[in-house]
């Protein structure tokens, strides 16, 4: 959120024995360690040419893991302010259609590189596709829409990309200035279907909820403060910095991994989920990524069904679906708006015929509706830096990590946290699996990861962290916020992670492991705080 406003042991997944699995989860954890450290006119069609390792209509994941990858595709210069950047026109495409890319740049021209994100032997990252030369231009200063202050770019489109050949998965877009200096534009290549697949959802609602770019953002106004914020923030605008922080530091090491674990994957956002919950029929598990705050009631609802009917869930993060939205089109663009009110919810407009949809807190009235009945935790507070300490050392998502009950993990728990709150609506049983002693301001708490089931077979696990996909880098030159977590907490997370990853990977989790153990009352006793035994 970072905002300023108010014990169980079974059989292993995929069939393995025990001492195979643990052999298979401690080698891929220790590969991660090491390979981390280790002349267009403005308006032309950009069409795929020969890039390196261009993929065709014959790609297979196997095939894709098995080609080189490109360690060039960090950021080397970002240069100043408005040196070159850009935005999509769709924050997502299916393989072969083509999106709009709309530039501004002080360089005469540059040119657009394609990078696909997976494990690739550790270069994390490989060229799919690059353009030949884009005239360049600066475009016209952004416009601010009043009343709910959001900033719209309208900027002329520079190129239209089309993705033959792309192959399903997260990208970054790097936009090199012919005066040296680059910016990214994420993109999601989206699967049409999930079925027999894990499906990575991005957060891209709440990349846009604290986007500053133009001035505004769903936290703060021109001037700083909350209450000169945006009440809706447009797609049709750059992302700050680097242009892709959010994807970068909550979800790129998480894509990484699950690449390079093998595991058949899908793609989409929480967007697109929204907008085609087909997407989620058949899927084995559905992975929420390390900052999810933003979620639309829809999204919600179609996430839970799929739960219901047998797809596990985990949520890498904190603060998830903590806030209600709504998606607006921009002409006859759908969902390029997202709308949040937050504490003013009653000066939204759309609230006079629509009393049960305001866009503030899912657990705030007048449609409460706390997170926790999908999460299993409810978020509680900001900010807080504390040890992750274990609590069932002995439950399969622990396993091969050589835990014991006490063992602890330096700043894991941050900056944003999670709790099992027994008097807040709760799937039962539910299994707090690590259970970590915090103060937030001046309060004392916890912060709990916790796996509960259901009937359908279905397993779900929440971190309890908002640090969870941060500390798969943790220890490594990579990139991103390590908040001093070292390389032991690294191989902690990362091994506790392809747990669940190769877990839910296999259907219906308890069709191979055993539902949750629910301890509730033994962690907590009566109390209604929180702060109990």
């Not at 080609?67 to 393989?95: K, M, N, T």
């Not at 106004?221 to 910095?241: I, K, Q, T």
């Not at 503030?360 to 900010?383: C, H, I, K, N, W």
């Not at 709760?426 to 916890?446: D, F, N, Q």
Request: net charge positive; charged share 20%.
């Amino acid at each position: 959120m970072e905002r300023g406003d108010g014990a169980g042991s079974g059989v292993p997944p995929g069939g393995l024995g025990r001492r195979r699995f643990l052999g298979v989860a401690v080698a891929g954890a220790a590969s991660l360690t090491a390979g981390a450290v280790a002349g267009c006119d403005s308006t032309a069609e950009v069409r795929p040419g020969a890039a390196p390792g261009r993929t065709g209509s014959g790609w297979s994941a196997a095939g894709e893991r098995r080609r080189a990858g490109s360690p060039d595709w960090r950021i080397r210069s970002p240069g100043p302010p408005g040196a070159i950047e850009g935005y999509a026109d769709r924050v997502s495409v299916l393989p072969e259609e083509s999106f709009g890319l709309h530039v501004s740049t002080t360089a005469p021209g540059f040119r657009v590189s394609a990078y696909r994100i997976g494990w690739y032997g550790g270069a994390q990252a490989r060229l799919v596709w690059r353009s030949g030369r884009v005239a360049g231009r600066r475009q016209r200063a952004p416009r601010v829409e009043n009343g709910t202050r959001t900033v719209q770019a309208d900027w002329e489109r520079s190129a239209t990309v089309r993705t033959g050949g792309w192959p399903e998965g997260a990208y970054l877009l790097r936009l090199d200035a012919e005066n040296g200096h680059q910016r990214y534009v994420p993109m999601i290549v989206r699967s049409a279907s999930a079925s027999g697949a894990t499906l990575l959802m991005h957060a891209v609602a709440t990349w846009q909820a604290y986007n500053w770019w133009g001035g505004y953002s769903l936290y703060k106004g021109e001037d700083g403060g909350y209450g000169s914020r945006s009440l809706a923030v447009s797609f049709d605008r750059p992302y700050d910095r680097n242009g892709a922080e959010k994807f970068l530091v909550y979800e790129r090491a998480a894509v990484v991994l699950a690449e390079r674990l093998r595991i058949p994957l899908a793609y989409t956002t929480g967007v697109d989920v929204h907008l085609a919950p087909s997407v989620l029929r058949g899927a084995t598990a559905v992975v929420s990524l390390g900052h999810d705050e933003y979620w639309t009631p829809e999204q919600r609802r179609y996430v839970t069904r799929a739960r219901d009917a047998g797809t596990n869930l985990a949520f890498l993060g904190a603060n998830s679906c903590y806030r209600r939205i709504r998606l607006e089109p921009a002409g006859a663009r759908a969902a390029r708006t997202v709308v949040c009110y937050k504490t003013d919810y009653r000066n939204d407009p759309y609230l006079a015929d629509h009393p049960s949809m305001p866009t503030d807190d899912f657990r705030s009235p007048p449609a409460a509706d706390p997170e926790s009945s999908m999460t299993g935790v409810l978020y509680e507070g900001y900010p807080t830096d504390a040890p992750y300490v274990v609590h069932s050392a002995d439950h399969w998502v622990f396993a091969g990590t050589g835990v014991e009950k006490g063992d602890s993990f330096d700043h894991l728990v941050g900056v944003e946290y999670d709790r099992v709150t027994p008097e807040a609506p709760t799937p039962r049983p539910i299994e707090i699996v690590a259970h970590s002693p915090l103060v937030c301001k001046g309060r004392g708490s916890h912060s709990d990861s916790a796996y509960y089931t259901v009937p359908s077979g279905a397993g779900v696990f929440a971190s309890g962290t908002m640090r969870w996909v941060e500390a798969l880098m943790a220890g490594t030159k990579e990139n991103g916020r390590n908040h001093g977590m070292d390389a032991r907490t690294g191989t902690f997370v990362t091994r506790t992670t392809e747990n669940v990853f190769r877990a839910f990977a296999a259907g219906p989790v308890t069709k191979e492991l055993p539902a949750a153990h629910d301890n509730v009352r033994s962690v907590y006793g009566h109390t209604a705080d929180g702060t109990g035994p």
